[in-house]
C-alpha cells in the first residue's frame, strides 16, 4: 500500500511555470513507477509523464514535450512535476499516481481497456489563464 499526497496546483497566467510535488508514504517507494495525470471538465483522465522506478526510464505526453520535466527523489519519496511555459489547455485537475508496472502509468486513460495505475491521489487543480 502506498497513499500520495499532491501540492503545488495553484493559477497562473499562459506563459507562466508551476511546480507540482507528489508525496508517497512508506518505505516500498523505490518500488514503484510514479505518473502524473490530468484530467480536464468534461474530458478523459490522461496520462502526462511518468518515470519508471529507477528513473532511468521516462515518458512525456506530446502535448507536453519540452515543456514539463519529471523527476523522482528516493531520499525524499517524491515525485516532481516541473511544468513551464503553460497554457490556457493545460487547465486540469493533476492527479499523481503509482503502480508496481511503469506500462499502465503510460497506456492508462479513463474509458480505455487499459488497466489503470493501483494508486492515485486526490488531485490538484491547475487554472492557467489567458
Known amino acids: 500500500q502506498v497513499q500520495l499526497v499532491e501540492s503545488g496546483g495553484g493559477l497562473v497566467q499562459a506563459g507562466g511555470s508551476l511546480r507540482l510535488s507528489c508525496a508517497a508514504s512508506?518505505?516500498?517507494?523505490?518500488?514503484?513507477?510514479m505518473g502524473w495525470f490530468r484530467q480536464a471538465p468534461g474530458k478523459e483522465r490522461e496520462v502526462v509523464a511518468a518515470i519508471s522506478r529507477s528513473g532511468g526510464t521516462i515518458y512525456y505526453a506530446d502535448s507536453v514535450k519540452d515543456r514539463f520535466t519529471i523527476s523522482r527523489d528516493s531520499a525524499k519519496n517524491t515525485v516532481t512535476l516541473q511544468m513551464n511555459s503553460l497554457k490556457p489547455e493545460d487547465t486540469a485537475v493533476y492527479y499523481c499516481a503509482a503502480d508496481g508496472q511503469l506500462s499502465p502509468l503510460t497506456t492508462y486513460h479513463s474509458g480505455s481497456d487499459y488497466r489503470a495505475p493501483d494508486y492515485w491521489g486526490q488531485g490538484t487543480q491547475v487554472t492557467v489563464s489567458s
Open positions: 512508506g518505505r516500498t517507494f523505490s518500488r514503484y513507477a
